[in-house]
């Protein structure tokens, strides 16, 4: 089974940095995702992360160790537009393409 | 907007009733998934269908099912319906799902609001 971890809230100021963790325990690992999520409506894509290290989007980055079942991702210049929840996810390696299964969410609040 | 269309974006229906919620999605995608949400569960992922056929299955209940048509679209039948079936249902797609970085990459619709009384 999946386990998922992370932060129920975090708030931080505009143009700050604020990093979400995430830990997850898993059967067999297939890859992490990272979404945002603001009130109301649908997910959005934001990483995607299979090897350890650090992918860098922009604003944003994401980073994974597997062997310690961990991952961030990192909000840099934050923004009022960031006020959002972020989901990660974990995607098994199971019979099939593997299955996901997302943590409760972080509610990320930017203050001016 | 992610290219992705749901219908219908609202759904109020009554206990032990089924209904299907349908879904499009972007152009040239071939995986489509189903997700619930509901505030007690979170985000939970049901369904993965690629070209037609199921791929991946995760906490979805018997009374619910899917299928992929040839054209791509997706529906989602949930019946005997109850009221913890009240929930968000998203669908999203991605252009395949397991063969490059790009393939995992999935844009969400807006959902189908269910609400069953």
């Known amino acids: 089974g999946q386990n998922i971890d992370q932060p129920t809230e975090m708030t931080a100021t505009e143009g700050a940095i604020v990093q979400i963790n995430c830990t997850y325990q898993t059967s067999g690992f297939n890859g992490l995702f990272w979404y945002q999520q603001h009130a109301g409506e649908a997910p959005t894509f934001l990483s995607y992360n299979v090897l350890d290290g650090l992918e860098e989007k922009g604003r944003f980055s994401s980073f994974l160790s597997r062997s310690k079942g961990y991952s961030y991702l990192l909000l840099k210049e934050l923004q009022m537009k960031d006020s959002a929840s972020y989901l990660c996810?974990?995607?098994?390696?199971?019979?099939?393409?593997?299955?996901?299964?997302f943590g409760a969410g972080t509610q990320v609040v930017v203050t001016p | 907007d992610s290219g992705v269309t749901q219908t219908p974006k609202h759904l109020i229906t009554a206990t032990g009733q089924r209904v299907t919620l349908r879904c499009s999605p972007r152009s040239g995608d071939l995986s489509v998934y189903w997700y619930q949400q509901s505030l007690d569960q979170g985000l939970q992922f049901l369904i993965q269908?690629?070209?037609?056929?199921?791929?991946a299955k995760g906490n979805i209940l018997e009374r619910f099912s899917a299928q992929q048509f040839p054209d791509l679209h997706s529906e989602l039948n949930l019946s005997s319906l109850e009221l913890g079936d009240s929930a968000l249902y998203f669908c999203?797609?991605?252009?395949?799902?397991?063969?490059?970085?790009?393939?995992?990459?999935?844009?969400f619709g807006p959902g189908t609001r269910l609400t069953v009384t």
């Open positions: 269908y690629y070209n037609g056929e199921e791929r």
């Open positions: 996810a974990v995607r098994d390696r199971g019979d099939s393409w593997g299955k996901f299964q």
């Open positions: 999203a797609s991605s252009p395949s799902g397991t063969i490059s970085r790009r393939d995992y990459e999935q844009y």
